[in-house]
């Protein structure tokens, strides 16, 4: 199976701030990677697909890159609103997995 | 409204079954691929399993932790999906989520999930 690492598992940040979320797989993944985000009792919510496709209705804040086996998620401009906890999740190949999750804390 | 609905969850013992339930609405159901995803008590996600669609001949695919317990069905006559969960463990406790995987059409498609239920909690404990 291929392994998904985040880093960092957790990030204090600001409101206003820029904030990069690094994914790195155990092999390469080309493109096939996708970002959610989950807040608290919530189901998670699609942000990124194909590494760096915006999904509808997600701000521009947000994005995404890389290819292969390292990959980030950006949020240029933190909102309250933002904090969360992200996922990101091949679809290379079966089984998909996600990575382990990084908590978005308020500082 | 395009929205799936997780039901059938509740407390079993180990070694027991259960079957869960999404039922969707809004979108043309025999289309999509759809996948189970679950998440145990405060970790997290970790995705069970896929069902393709009638033209990808219902083909099923299963993550290692439950191949040969679990079995993803679906009847699209009735917009609905299935997971029958078999000789349950004590780690099998989580959310399971349904959740809707994006059609693909041409161009960079790595089959995302874009629609999610609100899940429904299993708890296997004696």
């Known amino acids: 199976d291929i392994q998904m690492t985040q880093s960092p598992s957790s990030l204090s940040a600001s409101v206003g701030d820029r904030v990069t979320i690094t994914c790195r797989a155990s092999?390469?993944?080309?493109?096939?990677l996708n970002w959610y985000q989950q807040k608290p009792g919530k189901a998670p919510k699609l942000l990124i697909y194909a590494a760096s496709s915006l999904q509808s209705g997600v701000p521009s804040s947000f994005s995404g890159s890389g290819s292969g086996t390292d990959f980030t998620l950006t949020i240029s401009s933190l909102q309250p609103e933002d904090f969360a906890t992200y996922y990101c999740q091949q679809t290379y190949s079966a089984p998909s997995t996600f990575g382990q999750g990084t908590n978005l804390e308020i500082k | 409204e395009v929205q799936v609905v997780e039901s059938g969850g509740g407390l079993v013992q180990p070694g027991g079954s259960l079957r869960l339930s999404c039922a969707a609405s809004g979108f043309t159901f025999s289309d999509h691929y759809m996948d189970w995803v679950r998440q145990a008590p405060g970790k997290g996600l970790e995705w069970v399993g896929r069902?393709?669609?009638?033209?990808?001949?219902?083909?099923?695919e299963y993550a290692a932790s439950v191949k040969g317990r679990f079995t993803i069905s679906r009847d699209d006559s009735k917009n609905s999906l299935y997971l029958q969960m078999n000789s349950l463990k004590t780690e099998d406790t989580a959310v399971y989520y349904c959740?809707?995987?994006?059609?693909?059409?041409?161009?960079?498609?790595?089959?995302?999930?874009?629609?999610w239920g609100e899940g429904t909690t299993v708890a296997v404990s004696s």
């Open positions: 959740a809707r995987v994006v059609l693909c059409s041409g161009g960079r498609c790595p089959r995302p999930m874009d629609v």
């Open positions: 069902i393709k669609n009638k033209a990808n001949s219902y083909t099923t």
């Open positions: 092999q390469s993944i080309n493109y096939y």
